[in-house]
């Protein structure tokens, strides 16, 4: 990770600090299995720009961050490319009630998080904005048809033949609470 994208708390300036990144994919792999998330197959890296200003104990981070991630269509399996454009908003504090037993959590607590040590980690952020950006359950296109259940032939590219198996008859009651198709 390049130096230059790791910030003392500290060390931010009164008029704050600006940075552009362009993070390789290698880089930002590394960054994304050293936070616990599963191997991402970057097209290309994390790019973008951020700004970091600090008043008092509180540290404000906003920026844009784009890149292309490879996924695999969960209806079809097809890999495909996602291009991510994320604008973030980050508050952190410093200063937080570190005190064990319960608290009392208000609306304006959920808007912010406290800063892990006491540097601010722009490529860290800039991998985290886009993994969290990318959907649960990524999908080609919108009207993809899948896989067949029964022979597994990939419905977008050949009709398939199979009957629709039956339903397990345990389930029969609930069909009656799903409206008709027909309507």
Same mark, same amino acid.
């Given at each position: 990770?390049?130096?230059?994208?790791?910030?003392?708390?500290?060390?931010?300036? !009164?008029?704050?600090?600006?940075?552009?990144?362009? #993070? +390789?994919?290698?880089?930002?792999?590394?960054?994304?299995?050293?936070?616990?998330?599963? +191997?991402?197959?970057?097209?290309?890296?994390?790019?973008?720009?951020?700004? /970091?200003?600090? !008043? &008092?104990?509180?540290?404000?981070?906003?920026?844009?961050?784009?890149?292309?991630?490879?996924?695999?269509?969960?209806?079809?399996?097809?890999?495909?490319?996602?291009?991510?454009?994320?604008?973030?908003? #980050?508050?952190?504090?410093?200063?937080?009630?570190?005190?064990?037993?319960?608290?009392?959590? +208000?609306?304006?607590?959920?808007?912010?998080?406290? #800063?892990?040590?006491?540097?601010?980690?722009?490529? &860290?952020?800039? /991998?985290?904005?886009?993994?969290?950006?990318?959907?649960?359950?990524?999908?080609?296109?919108?009207?993809?048809?899948?896989?067949?259940?029964?022979? &597994?032939?990939?419905?977008?590219?050949?009709?398939?033949?199979? +009957?629709?198996?039956?339903?397990?008859?345990?389930?029969?009651?609930?069909?009656?609470?799903?409206? !008709?198709?027909? !309507?």
């Amino acid at each position: 990770m390049a130096p230059e994208l790791v910030i003392a708390v500290d060390r931010i300036p !009164s008029e704050g600090w600006s940075a552009s990144f362009d #993070l +390789r994919s290698e880089q930002a792999d590394a960054i994304a299995r050293d936070r616990g998330w599963p +191997r991402v197959d970057w097209v290309s890296g994390p790019e973008g720009n951020t700004r /970091v200003l600090r !008043s &008092g104990g509180d540290v404000f981070v906003t920026g844009e961050v784009r890149a292309v991630v490879r996924c695999t269509c969960v209806r079809c399996l097809e890999g495909h490319e996602r291009a991510v454009t994320e604008a973030f908003h #980050l508050t952190y504090v410093t200063d937080i009630d570190a005190t064990p037993g319960e608290h009392e959590l +208000r609306p304006e607590d959920m808007e912010v998080e406290a #800063l892990p040590g006491d540097t601010v980690d722009v490529a &860290g952020i800039a /991998v985290e904005q886009v993994l969290l950006a990318l959907p649960d359950h990524p999908v080609c296109h919108p009207d993809c048809r899948g896989l067949c259940p029964v022979c &597994g032939t990939d419905r977008n590219r050949a009709p398939c033949d199979c +009957r629709a198996q039956t339903p397990d008859p345990r389930l029969a009651a609930l069909a009656r609470w799903m409206p !008709s198709r027909a !309507s």
